[in-house]
């Protein structure tokens, strides 16, 4: 069995389109916003998406995997 790891994606506000992001910056840019970055990683698995002040962030949908 292979385990596929999860793959992230963020909008900056000035834009309009989403852009894939690593799993290092993603982890950084929530440690930056939050005090707990558990949370947020837990919204992002429910299907929500992580807002902070400068942009938003979610997990990649499984449909837009390459």
Same mark, same amino acid.
């Given at each position: 069995?292979?385990?596929?790891m #999860?793959? +992230? @994606?963020? /909008?900056?506000?000035?834009?309009?389109?989403?852009?894939?992001?690593? @799993?290092?910056?993603?982890?950084?840019?929530?440690? @930056?916003?939050?005090? /707990?970055?558990? #949370?947020?990683i837990q919204?992002?698995?429910?299907? @929500?998406?992580?807002?902070?002040? +400068?942009?938003? +962030? /979610?997990?990649?949908?499984?449909?837009?995997?390459?």
């Amino acid at each position: 069995m292979m385990f596929e790891m #999860p793959q +992230y @994606e963020v /909008r900056v506000f000035d834009t309009a389109e989403w852009r894939d992001i690593s @799993e290092i910056d993603i982890m950084h840019r929530l440690h @930056e916003n939050f005090d /707990r970055v558990t #949370p947020a990683i837990q919204q992002m698995i429910d299907g @929500e998406q992580v807002l902070t002040q +400068y942009a938003v +962030y /979610r997990l990649k949908s499984r449909e837009t995997f390459q």
